[in-house]
């Protein structure tokens, strides 16, 4: 974060602070997405997104025709999603029901869910879940992040191996 843009804000220069913040990356080109931005794709992003923030618990991805909240940008120049904001993961205490009326990618996951399979989003799991511990090892001291904490998290995310997991949103 540059000095200058914090100098003459004391909320955002004591909250923010100025260099290097945590996953901050400029993207040229990025649009919000929009709900006719959504219905114009292929759908196979919402649809994925709505399995991965249900595996996460991330009830922060909403959208409708009366707009929303997506956390998901998209670049046309080069047909490019770029997902953001996974700061409420995690949140065992979300409702399926709930967090389907609301997700952006509930109508896309309805219509194309017989196109996926169970092993290709396990698949994709692993991908992450094979390297939990050095992504555990990585985090800052600062967060001061419990191993009870931790060990929810790894429970949660291995839940996507579980029937139960897939009887809800199959």
């Known amino acids: 974060m540059d000095e200058g843009l914090v100098r003459y804000n004391d909320e955002a220069s004591s909250t923010l602070g100025h260099g290097e ?41 909403n959208l409708s025709q009366k ?10 120049a ?11 993961a995690f949140d065992q205490s979300i409702d399926f029901n709930e ?5 952006l990618g509930r109508t896309s996951w309805e219509q194309k869910r017989n196109l996926f399979t169970r092993d290709e989003f396990e698949r994709r799991a692993h991908l992450g879940l094979d ?8 985090l800052p001291d600062e967060w001061a992040i419990t191993d009870d904490f ?13 029937d139960a997991f897939w009887e809800g949103i199959l």
């Open 21 to 61: 913040l945590f996953a901050t990356k400029y993207i040229e080109g990025l649009q919000e997405v929009t709900y006719q931005t959504l219905e114009a794709s292929d759908g196979a992003i919402a649809a994925s997104l709505f399995v991965f923030d249900w595996w996460i618990r991330n009830d922060d991805r």
């Open 67 to 76: 707009g929303g909240n997506p956390n998901l940008f998209y670049q046309p």
């Open 78 to 88: 080069n047909k490019n999603f770029f997902v953001i904001d996974h700061n409420l």
């Open 99 to 103: 967090f389907k009326a609301n997700h």
């Open 131 to 138: 390297k939990i511990d050095e992504i555990f090892a990585q």
């Open 150 to 162: 931790l060990e929810e998290v790894r429970l949660l995310l291995t839940s996507i191996e579980e």
